[in-house]
């Protein structure tokens, strides 16, 4: 396989396609998690700092996932057994945060010939060219990827604000919407702009129950309710 790196995926394409091992079995991506979201991140390396404190808080977070049909999976240029091993030294050694015990369950991908890495673009020579950076992406239940999140080798990432995305991103899916700068789940979301001058008149002058305009084309209303 070449060395040079692959085009990257973007949103809107279809994931790309693989199988690899996983400390949880072999998995065919996205075959085997067809009807779900997935967030599919990747890590440098094992026994690294802060590649510990984003899995514990992945871990820690997977039932906020679960409970919205998604799947976590991690990868990192490392082989299976010593992802095992790390896990393991998580498991049994590491407290941090107020979190300890940590049994992280969600299959992480051994990478060894680095395909899959090179594939999403997770290989960047200007970081480096043997450790993945960390870039996270969310995947539709179709199998299409909906965002993309790169993230320098130094810095952790915000598990918190992945799992927003995913929430704003089932929200806009389920109710037609868009959502705001800041947004949080249960605020108000965005209407889609009227498509002509007339509509735009009436979403104004009657802007119907619960909306609220502050120009024609900026129009929000409570958060629908599942």
Known sequence: MSDAPSRLPLIGEPAPAFEAETTQGRIRFPADVHGKWVVFFSHPADFTPVCTTEFMTFATMQPEFEKRNCQLLGLSIDSTYSHIAWLRTIEEKIEYNGMKNVEVRFPVISDLTMEV????????????????????????????????LYYPLSLGRNIDEILRMLIALQTADRHRVATPANWRPGEDVILPPPGSCGAAKDRVE?????????????????????
């Open 117 to 148: 890495a090179r594939a999403y673009g997770m290989l960047q020579p200007g970081a480096s060219t043997t450790q993945a950076v960390r870039a996270v992406f969310i995947v539709d239940p179709a199998g299409i990827i909906r965002a993309i």
């Open 206 to 226: 009657a802007p119907g129950p619960d909306v609220k305009c502050l120009d024609w084309f900026l129009c929000l209303r409570k958060c629908p309710k599942d």
